[in-house]
């Protein structure tokens, strides 16, 4: 601890940094004499004190300034040159003064070589030699001023110097041979740092070391030679046999060869070779050997070889890479029909590479400008001028297409490339590449026209979208809308950029539809099947539109999951119009009473509340008297207000519970519910009667009507709907029977009565379509000439089981009925066509005919004669045909009878008044009507042999005929007298069983012969 601290104290320990290595010993040879003199001098002022206290106080103040320095050095060492001074001088004052003032130590002489060599050593041969020339002043003054006194001879002092000189001479020498093997040192230590710089710098760049003594044929490796091939340092072995014994058997031969050639000296610069070696996991690793003989003996003989092994195997398989890489380049270069090219600026040479001759489908030539522009279009000439020569002067790269080959087969080709300049900006060189895009422009071509059609296609699904007539649109899965169709944006007045941007689509709707449209949103989306809904919604019209709503969510693709298309379509049109057609199908279009469907739904209902409440109803069927008349005599769209208000007047006349219904044409039912007994609705039937026969004003016409009403009560036994309406029918036959302008109560003796006559109408409606109607012919005669004038055609049915049947066993069934024109079109039709066949046979036979007064005033009696006419008779038909109509079916409307008999006149048929004497017709009549004859009744020819009543009657009536020009033919006609009384009253013409009864056709003729 003690020594520790000394050497602290005399700043022995210290530590010294790299940069301070050159003043190192300087600092510890200056610390340890100077702190050695002091010590001694420190003694020595002990001893001297007791002969000399001035030497001992110089002693002791050398120690003082010693011990100064020496603190001063401690704390600023860098300052040695310094510290080193001050103590010479120091030193050099404490020698000076022991050599004047201790004459008694003869060895005082001695220190002054000491100091010398302090100095040479602290301040170098330089300055040291100017330190013993200043020591050497010093002696020579103290010895030789006369004022001092060193006590030495003058040999001494001379010796001393001398001896001075050699110790300069001595140490200027060993600094010279110091500094020498310093700077030989310096120099070993930095090759060896350079050695291991350079050995650590080819370690890390994985190359291996070797060094090969030939002479002792002995060999040492670096670390990272064996372990390259994977061996330990002991296991390689130090021979070159045992790397030899490392190649591969392909490469071993043809290395040794080329190693011993030039050790030999055969070959010339460094040795390099490439060779495979094996590894200690059994593989083969490509290493790169090189070296060199660093050492050859007097006679040239290889001595010493130091080289590296490198390792291949990264770079071979990069080369392998790259080989590889080329070849695919070059392939994808022919595949692409690509190729490189470069051009000199200076030389003008240009270079192609092999795959533009390729493509191009040329022989090799060296390319020239002029030959490449022999082989471009020439349009495109100047264009791939321009363009290179501005890419030129804007240092940018170019790329061009241009048309290459014979005009008629040009091909397209693309070329890219860049000019490269020097640093004085100056061109240089341009490279770039080539390729043949003429199956792109192909494409392109094609892909063009596909686009143009393709947006042809878009602009017209785009056109048909907006022109459709629904609202149509998209929306993503977070219900962004993608697109909305004019439609949808002009009625609801949201225009397609207010829902592209907003961030819902129902953002910009009602907040009432906004609500119940993300309802159908949620609910399509948790479905597979579209979604449909309903919605009213304002358009920009004012109205309030019925809009019907599908939805369809779409799974196709992962872009479009849970996006949504809907579809929306104006149904309000539609659902009026099926309002209309549920009206039109439940209610009569007239008169808007509920109608034949309706009503039999409502009946079933009526049934069931009736039978529930255990009370009564009445089905009351309503037809009404004289109609027909009204739509013949004023038109039909008179008719037609006619029923209408007779449906208003029943509606009024009813309860609201009750149901009034129109069945068609003139024909009415009444359901009365609610009733306790049938005594109940008797008041309403009164009441519906009398309403009815009210007159109507239409038009100035003047309308009267009475209706015929059948009543059938619910429930009588066990009826269902269909019988109430039948018994109900059958009710009002019978009301019309009793007079009409009333009702009827049905009844089961009635309804037996009614139920013959349907089947009886429905057998003639069978019999006429079956054929089994004839006409049967009775002949009229000349009384005075008894031959045939004329037959009347008479109709008779051949029922299948009751024989040949008259007209008075079906016709009343059938009267003022659809079916009644029908039999009588028949007739017609039947006689014109025997009067053709007559004809034919050349027998004129003139046919008078019977028409009903029904047929006689329907719509379009006339225009249907004149076509049935006009059908059997191109030339016409004059007198052929006679139509008898009856006296009292005239009298019921003259202006229209007398306007028939008028228009039928015209084409050639005639009329004849059939009983006449039954009608209570007048003069003023009779003359009114354009008749050519007139027919007594039969009644009258009867009884006229024994009633004078009768007798004069048709004398009368002969009598009447004449003065009015008219031919007049007796009926009933039965025997001889009858015959001779006629004759003799005037009368010409007459008919009867007494002269022939009616007949076939066929046998007509045969009675006309006879």
């Not at 004047?100 to 000491?114: C, D, E, G, M, V």
């Not at 004849?912 to 020819?941: E, H, N, R």
Request: aromatic share 10%.
């Amino acid at each position: 601890m003690m020594i520790a601290k000394l050497l602290n104290l005399l700043c022995l320990n210290q530590s010294f940094a790299e940069h301070e290595q050159h003043f190192k010993y300087k600092v510890i040879y200056l610390t340890s004499i100077l702190s050695l003199v002091a010590l001694i001098a420190f003694g020595m002022g002990f001893y001297r004190w007791q002969f000399s206290p001035l030497m001992g106080a110089i002693d002791f103040v050398f120690v003082a300034m010693a011990v100064g320095i020496l603190v001063g050095l401690k704390r600023n060492r860098q300052r040695i040159e310094t510290w080193s001074t001050l103590a010479l001088l120091l030193s050099f004052a404490l020698c000076y003064s022991i050599y004047l003032l201790a004459p008694y130590q003869s060895n005082r002489l001695s220190i002054f070589f000491l100091l010398a060599a302090a100095a040479l050593f602290l301040q170098g041969v330089r300055r040291g030699m100017l330190w013993v020339a200043f020591i050497l002043i010093g002696l020579l003054v103290a010895h030789y001023v006369p004022l001092l006194d060193s006590g030495y001879s003058h040999f001494d002092v001379v010796t001393g110097a001398l001896y001075l000189l050699t110790l300069l001479f001595m140490f200027a020498e060993f600094e010279r041979l110091l500094r020498e093997h310093r700077v030989a040192e310096e120099e070993n230590e930095v090759q060896r740092r350079l050695d291991a710089r350079w050995k650590m710098a080819l370690e890390s760049a994985g190359d291996a070391i070797w060094d090969w003594d030939i002479q002792a044929d002995s060999a040492s490796y670096s670390k990272g030679y064996t372990e390259m091939l994977g061996y330990a340092e002991d296991e390689l072995g130090h021979k070159p046999s045992d790397v030899r014994n490392l190649l591969h058997p392909l490469d071993a031969a043809q290395a040794s060869a080329y190693f011993q050639a030039y050790v030999a000296g055969g070959c010339v610069g460094q040795y390099s070779t490439e060779q495979r070696f094996l590894c200690k996991d059994g593989s083969y690793k490509w290493v790169l050997c090189r070296g060199s003989v660093v050492e050859r003996s007097a006679d040239g003989k290889a001595l010493r070889m130091l080289g590296t092994h490198v390792d291949l195997s990264n770079y071979k398989k990069v080369e392998s890479n790259l080989l590889e890489s080329e070849k695919r380049l070059s392939m994808a270069l022919d595949a692409a029909q690509m190729g490189v090219w470069e051009y000199d600026v200076a030389t003008q040479q240009m270079y192609w590479s092999r795959e533009v001759y390729h493509w191009l489908g040329l022989d090799y030539f060296s390319p020239s400008r002029d030959a490449i522009n022999t082989l471009i279009h020439p349009e495109d000439l100047a264009r791939i001028r321009a363009l290179k020569e501005q890419a030129s002067l804007d240092h940018l790269p170019f790329l061009v297409e241009f048309r290459y080959g014979a005009p008629e087969k040009y091909r397209w080709a693309e070329e890219r490339g860049e000019v490269k300049f020097d640093a004085q900006g100056r061109p240089v060189r341009v490279i770039g590449t080539v390729q043949d895009i003429t199956e792109r422009k192909r494409v392109e071509s094609a892909f063009e026209r596909a686009r143009v059609a393709l947006e042809e296609q878009r602009s017209l699904l785009q056109s048909v979208l907006d022109n459709a007539p629904l609202g149509i649109w998209m929306t993503d899965a977070q219900g962004k809308a993608k697109f909305a169709n004019h439609n949808l944006c002009q009625a609801t007045g949201i225009s397609e950029a207010q829902f592209l941007n907003a961030p819902h689509y129902t953002d910009v709707l009602p907040m009432d539809i906004a609500t119940r449209c993300k309802v159908a949103d949620a609910a399509c989306l948790a479905q597979k099947d579209p979604y449909q809904s309903q919605e009213r919604i304002k358009f920009t019209d004012g109205r309030e539109h019925l809009v019907e709503v599908t939805k369809v969510k779409l799974t196709y693709s992962d872009v479009y999951k849970n996006c949504i298309i809907g579809i929306a379509a104006d149904v309000t049109e539609r659902q009026e119009y099926e309002n209309q057609l549920e009206h039109i199908a439940h209610f009569d279009a007239l008169t808007s009473v509920p109608n034949r469907v309706l009503l039999a739904d409502r009946l079933v209902q009526a049934m069931a509340r009736t039978k529930r409440d255990k009370g009564m109803m009445a089905v009351c069927y309503l037809d009404l008297d004289g109609f027909k008349p009204v739509n013949d005599n004023y038109g039909h769209a008179v008719g037609d207000r006619v029923l209408v208000e007779v449906a208003r007047r029943i509606k009024n006349a009813i309860r609201e519970d009750d149901t009034v219904a129109r069945l068609g044409g003139d024909e009415f039912v009444v359901l009365l519910v609610g009733m306790l007994a049938p005594e109940e609705c008797v008041g309403s039937l009164h009441r519906l009667l009398e309403l009815i026969h009210e007159p109507i004003e239409i038009e100035s016409h003047m309308v009267i009507l009475s209706a015929s009403i059948g009543v059938a009560i619910f429930p009588e036994g066990e009826q269902d709907a269909d019988t109430l309406m039948r018994h109900a029918d059958q009710a009002m036959y019978a009301a019309k029977q009793s007079g009409k302008n009333r009702y009827h109560l049905y009844d089961a003796s009635h309804d037996l009565r009614a139920r013959s006559h349907h089947e009886l109408v429905q057998q003639i409606r069978t019999a006429l379509a079956l054929g089994e109607f004839e006409l049967y012919y009775q002949p009229k005669v000349n009384l005075r000439t008894r031959e045939m004038v004329g037959v009347e055609a008479l109709i008779r049915w051949n029922h299948a089981e009751r024989g040949v049947l008259l007209p008075g066993a079906f016709l009343r069934s059938i009267e003022n009925t659809e079916l009644e024109i029908e039999l009588g079109e028949w007739v017609i039709r039947s006689a014109l066509e025997q009067i053709k066949a007559w004809r034919k046979m050349g027998r004129d036979v003139k046919v008078s005919i019977n028409i009903s007064a029904y047929q006689l005033q329907a719509k379009h009696f006339v225009a249907k004669l004149k076509a049935q006419v006009d059908y059997y008779y191109k030339d016409g038909c004059v007198n052929c045909l006679q139509i008898e109509v009856l006296e009292t079916a005239a009298l019921e409307d003259i202006e229209v009878v007398g306007a028939i008999i008028h228009a039928c006149r015209e084409f050639g048929v005639s009329f004849a008044l059939d009983d006449f004497g039954t009608g209570y017709s007048s003069l003023k009549y009779l003359s009114y009507f354009d008749l050519d004859t007139l027919k007594i009744d039969q009644s009258f020819v009867h009884d006229m042999m024994i009633e004078k009543g009768d007798h004069a009657i048709v004398q009368a009536i002969i009598a009447l005929t004449r003065s009015f020009g008219r031919e007049v033919v007796a009926e009933g006609v039965e025997n001889e007298a009858q015959f001779q009384a006629l004759l003799k009253m005037g009368c010409e013409v007459g008919q009867g069983f007494g002269i022939a009864r009616p007949m076939p056709a066929i046998d007509l003729i045969g009675w006309r012969a006879s």
